[in-house]
């Protein structure tokens, strides 16, 4: 199976600030998603990140609040912009590791609270 | 687009028994993935089954097993024996198979299992 680290497991921020969020794989990533969980609620991809381009973003999410960097195939960054009390959730990292068909392995998430 | 519902926001069950949670979803596509995955209170994401829409045959991993019908879009999950471990919501999701696709997966709303002991 893939090890998924994902920096910082929680924060509490002001807001109007912004918080970049780390994904780190320890396997050959074929694919990497980021993941929003907003209290007690399912998983709704915000973005498939993208090796050396652009991410490509879900319909609801743009590039200006949740810019998404992926300079190799196991890291991949994505910070919450001018954040606000609404972006209060749980981002959550995943990726389908080569050998491994289509299961898709989790980061543990970030839980982040804006006040 | 495709959908993926959970009806039952919460289920309970008295520990050594089964219980099934519910899933349908909705799709244009005639081959495409379909998972339950675990998420106890650490947040970790854990995958508890996987489902080929080519086979026929209801996957099975020890005591968790499927009832894929894919006529009725429907995909729900046994699990047997339950063990005060199991609590924890279960979503499931699904992914197209079509080449090209970028693998992402559409979840449903989740189901809260409660164990009682």
């Known amino acids: 199976s893939a090890v998924i680290s994902q920096k910082p497991s929680r924060d509490i921020c002001q807001r109007g600030t912004s918080l970049t969020i780390q994904c780190q794989v320890d396997?050959?990533?074929?694919?990497m998603f980021w993941y929003r969980q907003q209290p007690g609620q399912s998983l709704t991809l915000i973005a498939t990140?993208?090796?050396?381009?652009?991410?490509?973003?879900e319909s609801g999410f743009v590039i200006d609040k949740f810019p998404i960097s992926r300079p190799n195939l196991t890291f991949s960054t994505l910070t919450v912009s001018n954040m606000s009390p609404e972006d209060s959730s749980i981002y959550l990292c995943?990726?389908?590791?080569?050998?491994?068909?289509?299961?898709?392995?989790f980061g543990q998430g970030t839980r982040l609270t804006v006040v | 687009a495709q959908t993926v519902t959970q009806s039952q926001p919460e289920m309970s069950v008295q520990e050594a028994e089964t219980v099934t949670l519910s899933c349908t979803y909705d799709?244009?596509?005639?081959?495409?993935?379909l998972f339950w995955y675990k998420q106890p209170p650490s947040r970790q994401m854990i995958l508890v089954i996987r489902?080929?829409?080519?086979?026929?045959q209801n996957a099975t991993e020890n005591r968790f097993s499927v009832n894929f019908q894919k006529a009725a879009k429907s995909f729900s999950l046994k699990i047997s024996d339950s063990q005060l471990g199991d609590a924890a919501m279960y979503f499931c999701?699904?992914?197209?198979?079509?080449?090209?696709?970028?693998?992402?997966?559409?979840f449903g709303q989740g189901t809260t299992l409660q164990v009682k002991p």
């Open positions: 995943s990726v389908e590791v080569m050998g491994r068909g289509t299961e898709a392995f």
């Open positions: 396997s050959q990533v074929t694919m």
């Open positions: 990140a993208n090796q050396g381009s652009e991410a490509t973003y």
């Open positions: 799709t244009s596509e005639s081959d495409y993935y």
């Open positions: 489902q080929e829409a080519y086979k026929q």
């Open positions: 999701a699904y992914r197209s198979a079509i080449e090209g696709n970028t693998g992402k997966l559409i």
